[in-house]
């Protein structure tokens, strides 16, 4: 069993930066792989990075590459999503999720904890 718990969601400007983590409990932590998604209002739920197990993979969705940094620490069973020159299309609730293992890291079924999200609001 894994417990996530994001963190560092906000309001910023339009050209700004944030830092999600979410904290995992258990000792397994460093066995999953690790994904962000998220949730616009009035639209699906959607990927955005995911990592391996190791850190040494890391997948963006097309939307935010080159702007958007997925990264993880196994020693304090967190991973991050470092979030620069936001847009307000980024506007959602961002949730971290976990896969023991995965086909395709960018599909939800394939992760099999979910957390709770953050909300991230950038304004223009």
């Known amino acids: 069993q894994v417990q996530l718990v994001e963190s560092g969601g906000g309001l910023v400007q339009a050209g700004g930066s944030l830092r999600l983590s979410c904290a995992a409990s258990?000792?397994?932590?460093?066995?999953?792989?690790m994904g962000w998604f998220r949730q616009a209002p009035g639209k699906e739920r959607e990927f955005v990075a995911a990592?391996?197990?190791?850190?040494?993979?890391?997948y963006y969705a097309d939307s935010v590459k080159g702007r958007f940094t997925i990264s993880r620490d196994n020693a304090k069973n967190t991973v991050y999503l470092q979030m620069n020159s936001l847009k307000p299309e980024d506007t959602a609730v961002y949730y971290c999720?976990?896969?023991?293992?995965?086909?395709?890291?960018?599909?939800?079924?394939?992760?099999?904890?979910w957390g709770q999200g953050t909300q991230v609001t950038v304004s223009s």
């Open positions: 999720a976990a896969a023991y293992t995965y086909s395709d890291y960018d599909l939800e079924y394939e992760y099999d904890y």
């Open positions: 990592i391996s197990w190791s850190g040494g993979n890391t």
């Open positions: 258990g000792r397994t932590f460093s066995s999953y792989a």
